[in-house]
């Protein structure tokens, strides 16, 4: 008898992509609380994901097709803020 197969879930906030010759490595993190008036914490890893330069391309293609796809379909556009835009060096005419 087989045992039902499930996939781990997270909940993240934080998350850092590193790239390299022959693949890259993403890390997803979570926010530590943050006691008042102290510094930011780093962010406590939760999963690393390493994936070859061509499925990474892929994934993120696929990724924003569908994000777009569900902004057409429900009529609405993900805001993000401008200042998380400027804070990663990306832009809005980047989507």
């Not at 909940?11 to 850092?16: K, N, S, V, Y």
């Given at each position: 008898m087989t045992s039902p197969s499930?996939?781990?879930e997270y909940?993240?906030?934080?998350?850092?992509v590193s790239p390299g010759a022959s693949g890259v490595v993403v890390t997803f993190g979570v926010?530590?609380?943050?006691?008042?008036?102290?510094?930011s914490p780093?962010?406590?890893?939760?999963v690393?994901?390493?994936?070859?330069?061509?499925?990474?391309?892929?994934m993120a293609m696929i990724l924003r097709r569908d994000l777009k796809a569900y902004e057409r379909?429900?009529?609405?556009?993900?805001?993000?803020?401008?200042?998380?835009?400027?804070?990663?060096?990306v832009s809005s005419q980047d989507w």
């Open positions: 499930h996939a781990n909940c993240e906030d934080q998350f850092m926010s530590p609380l943050q006691p008042a008036g102290h510094a780093s962010p406590n890893d939760l690393r994901i390493r994936m070859n330069l061509q499925h990474a391309k892929l379909t429900n009529g609405i556009s993900i805001e993000v803020p401008p200042k998380l835009y400027s804070g990663l060096g």
